[in-house]
């Protein structure tokens, strides 16, 4: 499957983006990543077949890599990269707000909608599990619904991938993608990440955790999955330049 063969299904649903700036990041490795905007929600689909950024959307899942580009491409806008992942991650690490009991480093990271109850839900839900708190406030008290649980989110990897943002190489421990994260894997609600020299070349990255991750759900998780597939599992998310 290619872009070119692949339809955007139909949808009514009415296109309201709604975009919150994440500032600039320095991350662990001393890499700078400009401030930019990033959804607030998971994508939906409006009704002229473009990404919508909305509370009420049902996210668009059984999305393959490349019509999920193409989606946020054609909405004005880009899908999330793996710098840009990266940045929020590490941005929503350092707010105490996003900690249970409130306290940097102390107990574990919020973990979003991981226990199976519910499916891909529009970011206007809210479960009836206090544990399950999808919200992430970002250091300028702006806040994200589902950086970790609910769906995985595909990435445009920027780090090790080619131009079409697939993983291209193996990772290095001195990539920011397995080093960014200042917990191992599955430490303190970081989420699942790989060892540091994995190979994922021709998959696309995908970050997050799902509805079913459980433990394993966090805002440093990395993953992949094959980018020419659809999975029910499996979202994006968009992102545009401060001030557009």
């Given at each position: 499957?290619?872009?070119?063969?692949?339809?955007?299904?139909?949808?009514?649903?009415?296109?309201?983006?709604?975009?919150?700036?994440?500032?600039?990041?320095t991350?662990?490795?001393?890499?700078?990543?400009?401030?930019f905007?990033?959804?607030?929600?998971?994508?939906?689909?409006?009704?002229?077949?473009?990404?919508?950024?909305?509370?009420e959307g049902?996210?668009?899942?059984?999305?393959?890599?490349?019509t999920?580009?193409?989606?946020?491409?054609?909405?004005g806008?880009?899908l999330?990269?793996?710098?840009?992942?990266?940045?929020?991650?590490h941005?929503?690490s350092?707010?105490?707000a996003?900690?249970?009991?409130?306290?940097?480093?102390?107990?574990?990271?919020?973990?979003?909608?991981?226990?199976?109850?519910?499916?891909?839900?529009?970011?206007?839900?809210?479960?009836?599990?206090?544990?399950?708190?999808r919200w992430?406030?970002?250091s300028?008290g702006?806040?994200?619904?589902?950086?970790?649980?609910?769906?995985?989110?595909?990435?445009?990897?920027?780090?090790?991938?080619?131009?079409?943002?697939?993983?291209?190489?193996?990772?290095?421990p001195?990539?920011?993608?397995v080093?960014?994260?200042?917990?191992?894997?599955?430490?303190?609600?970081?989420?699942?990440?790989?060892?540091?020299?994995?190979?994922?070349?021709?998959?696309?990255?995908?970050?997050?955790?799902?509805?079913?991750?459980?433990?394993l759900?966090?805002?440093?998780?990395?993953?992949?999955d094959?980018?020419?597939?659809?999975?029910?599992?499996?979202?994006?998310?968009c992102?545009?330049?401060?001030?557009?």
């Amino acid at each position: 499957m290619n872009m070119r063969d692949t339809a955007l299904p139909a949808s009514t649903e009415a296109a309201i983006d709604l975009f919150v700036t994440v500032p600039e990041t320095t991350l662990p490795n001393g890499q700078v990543v400009p401030s930019f905007q990033v959804g607030q929600y998971l994508c939906s689909l409006a009704a002229d077949g473009k990404a919508a950024v909305t509370a009420e959307g049902e996210p668009f899942v059984e999305v393959d890599y490349d019509t999920a580009r193409r989606a946020c491409t054609n909405a004005g806008y880009a899908l999330i990269t793996e710098t840009q992942a990266l940045a929020l991650a590490h941005n929503v690490s350092q707010v105490a707000a996003n900690w249970i009991g409130g306290v940097i480093g102390e107990s574990s990271l919020k973990q979003g909608l991981r226990y199976s109850t519910y499916e891909g839900k529009p970011g206007s839900f809210v479960s009836d599990n206090a544990d399950e708190d999808r919200w992430f406030v970002l250091s300028n008290g702006e806040r994200v619904c589902d950086v970790a649980g609910n769906l995985f989110t595909w990435v445009f990897d920027d780090v090790q991938g080619n131009d079409r943002g697939i993983v291209a190489r193996a990772f290095t421990p001195e990539s920011p993608s397995v080093s960014t994260s200042p917990y191992a894997s599955r430490e303190k609600g970081a989420g699942w990440q790989p060892s540091k020299t994995a190979d994922w070349s021709s998959r696309a990255l995908i970050r997050g955790g799902f509805w079913y991750s459980e433990a394993l759900a966090g805002v440093f998780y990395l993953g992949y999955d094959w980018p020419d597939d659809r999975y029910d599992n499996v979202g994006f998310r968009c992102t545009k330049p401060v001030g557009l």
